[in-house]
């Protein structure tokens, strides 16, 4: 079954505890994005990846890293998590843009950050 | 810089109305896609609708329906006789050539049955 999967699903710790939520796709897709949903404001971009060792900044790329060393994996890094990056997170990925690119969206993380 | 407006925050109607759900956005790109995706209260993201700015036929598919004008940059959804499991947030996006997606705040649609 073609899915992105997103690890861990719900997250409660506390200011300045790294942390990291996994994301992996078994679509072959070469473009991966992380996002988050805040009430009233939608979802805003923080990372993208067009492929392999290619990432870029999104809307809100503060207090967050991102790496893409496998096409399948691209993992979501909160070196010191603040109580400001609790929020509903996603991420999604696609084949190219030029296929449509239709994104395909995790079942979203839920942290909070105490 | 791209932008998608989604001015209703709720719309909450009776079961069986029609409901249309307005959608607004802005980019100078000529080539672009827009879409649309449902939100349920278990909250993951279901894809709905692709259209390409160059397609502006509307299209049906089952009680659904897509109004896309390019002349007043609207991508209007309609959802016919609604039915409570239609109760969801519903979000229009926006992607450039940038691969960004784009999301408007997102309307809260509530079916009373």
């Known amino acids: 079954e073609a899915q992105v999967t997103q690890n861990p699903r719900y997250l409660i710790t506390v200011t300045g505890k790294k942390l990291t939520v996994t994301c992996s796709q078994n679509?072959?897709?070469?473009?991966m994005s992380w996002y988050r949903q805040d009430p009233g404001l939608g979802l805003r971009q923080i990372y993208y990846?067009?492929?392999?060792?290619?990432?870029d900044k999104g809307d809100v790329p503060e207090g967050y890293k991102v790496s893409r060393k496998e096409k399948r994996n691209f993992p979501l890094i909160l070196e010191s998590p603040s109580p400001n990056q609790t929020s509903l997170y996603f991420c999604?990925?696609?084949?190219?843009?030029?296929?449509?690119?239709?994104?395909?969206f995790g079942d979203g993380t839920r942290l909070s950050i105490l | 810089a791209q932008k998608v407006t989604q001015a209703q925050t709720e719309i909450s109607v009776v079961e069986k109305e029609d409901v249309t759900l307005d959608c607004v956005y802005e980019?100078?790109?000529?080539?672009?896609?827009l879409f649309w995706y449902k939100q349920p209260p278990s909250g993951e993201l279901v894809f709905l609708i692709r259209?390409?700015?160059?397609?502006?036929q509307n299209e049906i598919s089952g009680r659904y329906s897509w109004n896309f004008q390019k002349s007043t940059s609207s991508f209007n959804f309609t959802i016919t006789a609604s039915q409570v499991v239609d109760s969801a947030v519903y979000f229009c996006?926006?992607?450039?050539?940038?691969?960004?997606?784009?999301f408007g705040a997102g309307t809260t649609v509530t079916v009373r049955a």
């Open positions: 999604a990925s696609s084949l190219s843009w030029a296929a449509g690119g239709t994104q395909h």
């Open positions: 679509m072959n897709h070469e473009y």
């Open positions: 990846s067009m492929n392999v060792e290619v990432t």
């Open positions: 980019t100078r790109d000529t080539t672009y896609y």
């Open positions: 259209r390409n700015s160059f397609d502006e």
């Open positions: 996006a926006l992607s450039v050539r940038d691969y960004k997606l784009s």
